[in-house]
């Protein structure tokens, strides 16, 4: 069965960085787009940014300049990579992925079970 497992979250001050990673397992044929989404609480989830199978990508403003998505498709491993970090980035963060698996070849959205990310003083 697929899964999406992060990881890398933690406790960060302002200005600093921190590397999430997202492995996709289980049967996996192909892979499509893949993104990370955050929600902060009492707010809705939203999009981070995304890259697709060409390696083309796009962010959310907020983040653009600061954060880059990259992949090691080997590993079929997604990452994050989150610099200079500002409070208000606090949040959970979720990957997710448009996946096909060997058992029936369709593309599925698959979401990962998120990552704390906490920036403070």
């Known amino acids: 069965q697929v899964q999406l497992v992060e990881s890398g979250g933690g406790w960060v001050q302002p200005g600093g960085s921190l590397r999430l990673s997202c492995v996709a397992s289980g049967g996996i044929f192909s892979i499509t787009a893949r993104r990370w989404y955050r929600q902060a609480p009492g707010k809705e989830r939203e999009l981070v940014g995304w890259i697709s199978r060409d390696g083309s990508s796009d962010y959310e403003d907020s983040v653009k300049g600061r954060f880059t998505i990259s992949v090691d498709n080997a590993k079929n491993t997604v990452f994050l990579q989150m610099n200079n970090l500002k409070p208000e980035d606090t949040a959970v963060y979720y990957c997710?992925?448009?996946?096909?698996?060997?058992?029936?070849?369709?593309?599925?959205?698959?979401w990962g079970q998120g990552t704390q990310v906490t920036v403070s003083s």
């Open positions: 997710n992925a448009d996946i096909a698996a060997y058992s029936d070849y369709r593309m599925i959205t698959y």
